[in-house]
């Protein structure tokens, strides 16, 4: 079992690494087509976990917390989560239209994303869902669109 890893390079835009695979994100979209052949390196170091030790706290499900809010310009949303995987964020307006998702593939722990004024609208009350390892969290955010955000 690993306990830590850590990439020290890698031609990816993105890499996961856990106990029995490496997982790589290598296109997105937007991207021109991959050529055959193309190839993609991650160079990492990891340290083996000799025991696991019971009553050892981990990262609940799946949390997410979004800040500030109200916000103008950009929108930070902070998450936890108890396994490594996909993280699919989708932003949804007061009507349910979906405007936007952002995926990423992250390891286990606390997570921070900035979700810039691409996503949202006008100003107006928008829902932030965060779906990863088959749990759900939503938060109601209020967009001030690019104009300064009270506290």
Not at 2 to 19: C, F, G, H, P, R
Not at 81 to 91: C, F, K, S
Not at 96 to 113: A, E, F, N
């Given at each position: ?34 050529e055959p052949g193309v190839t993609r390196e991650v160079t ?108």
């Amino acid at each position: 079992r690993i306990d830590s890893a850590e990439v020290l390079s890698t031609d990816a835009y993105d890499v996961v690494i856990t106990d029995d695979f490496v997982l790589m994100q290598i296109w997105k979209e937007g991207d021109d087509p991959l050529e055959p052949g193309v190839t993609r390196e991650v160079t990492f170091t990891a340290k083996r976990a000799l025991s696991v030790g019971e009553g050892l706290s981990s990262p609940p499900e799946l949390s997410l917390h979004v800040e500030p809010n109200p916000a103008s310009g950009s929108l930070e949303l902070s998450f936890s989560l108890a396994e490594a995987g996909q993280v699919r964020i989708n932003v949804y307006d007061a009507a349910g239209r979906k405007l936007g998702t952002l995926r990423k593939c992250l390891s286990v722990g606390h997570h921070r994303i900035v979700l810039k004024s691409e996503y949202f609208g006008a100003s107006g009350i928008y829902f932030v869902e965060a779906l990863a390892g088959g749990k759900r969290q939503i938060a109601r955010v209020i967009w001030l669109g690019n104009q300064e955000a009270s506290r």
